[in-house]
């Protein structure tokens, strides 16, 4: 059975903890076998990269490596980094800010 994180990809993030603390952006992509999710612009490392085409110019980049997903917190519009909660409506499940309760 898959994990279910609270986090999706396109989410507004603040990292909570590690070197990029602080630091906010979208979510990239969830990593959910690994509990990681990548953050944009964040956590970037320097890799080296094989020379693929005659245009592609290899050699050293950065990439954005994955963050464990207990280090980032979603950002909510009124009231910055927060926890989600659930509120059921009707028949749907929407992700609420627990600070003010508004939808995420």
Do not use: W
């Not at 979208?26 to 953050?39: E, F, M, T």
């Not at 970037?44 to 110019?57: H, I, T």
């Not at 490596?65 to 749907?92: E, Q, W």
Request: proline share 2%; charged share 40%; aromatic share 2%.
């Amino acid at each position: 059975m898959d994990k279910k994180f609270k986090i999706r990809k396109d989410d507004t993030v603040e990292i909570i903890a590690g070197k990029d603390k602080g630091k906010r952006g979208a979510v990239v992509r969830v990593i959910r076998d690994k509990d990681r999710v990548i953050v944009g612009g964040a956590n970037l490392v320097k890799k080296a990269m094989k020379k693929r085409s005659q245009q592609d110019r290899g050699g050293i980049v950065e990439i954005e490596a994955p963050i464990h997903v207990s280090n980032v917190m979603i950002v909510c519009k009124k009231c910055g980094p927060t926890r989600i909660g659930y509120k059921i409506d009707g028949d749907k499940k929407i992700r609420v800010c627990r600070k003010c309760g508004e939808a995420l």
